[in-house]
């Protein structure tokens, strides 16, 4: 029996050294696993916090550029109002210009005529001055023919009553 009990402690040890050995073996396993684990959180946690970094960086080129796009957005409207205002003054320019040419060839045709008339009008003026020039020569004659015959007048009624007093005192 005590053959059985010693080989009963025997086993007894070495199950409790097997266990031991696998005690120890796990807590070796798990360290190094637990190594691995932990290395690995630190380089995801590295990364996670590069990650982060340039996700806020981003965030800030995006919020950046959002805010230029909204900039850019009020340019739009501001610029589709001029636009749509530019647009109506330039209808109304268009009308204006439309209105102008027809006025100007209105004049232009009016002008055309006008120069006819006038053209027309010196003609008349110059036959005119020729009627008036002719008028002044036959005034200018008949005022020296009618001078001629004042003075004749007058010598013959010199003439006439030196006669008739030649008369009166031969009676």
Request: glycine share 4%.
């Amino acid at each position: 029996m005590r053959c059985v009990i010693r080989d009963v402690n025997f086993t007894f040890l070495w199950l409790i050294l097997l266990l031991l050995a696998s005690l120890a073996g796990t807590s070796l396993y798990y360290q190094d696993t637990y190594g691995d684990v932990r290395g690995k959180y630190t380089d995801a946690k590295s990364e996670l916090n590069k990650t982060a970094s340039e996700v806020k960086v981003k965030e800030g080129a995006l919020s950046e550029a959002l805010l230029e796009l909204n900039i850019a957005k009020e340019r739009e409207a501001v610029l589709g109002e001029k636009y749509g205002v530019l647009r109506g003054e330039k209808e109304i320019l268009e009308k204006e210009k439309k209105n102008l040419q027809t006025q100007l060839k209105d004049t232009e045709s009016e002008l055309a005529s006008l120069k006819l008339e006038h053209s027309r009008l010196r003609e008349d003026l110059a036959a005119l001055q020729r009627a008036l020039a002719s008028a002044q020569n036959r005034i200018s004659y008949l005022e020296s023919l009618a001078s001629a015959l004042i003075s004749q007048n007058i010598e013959l009624q010199a003439q006439l009553s030196a006669c008739k007093a030649a008369s009166n005192q031969t009676q």
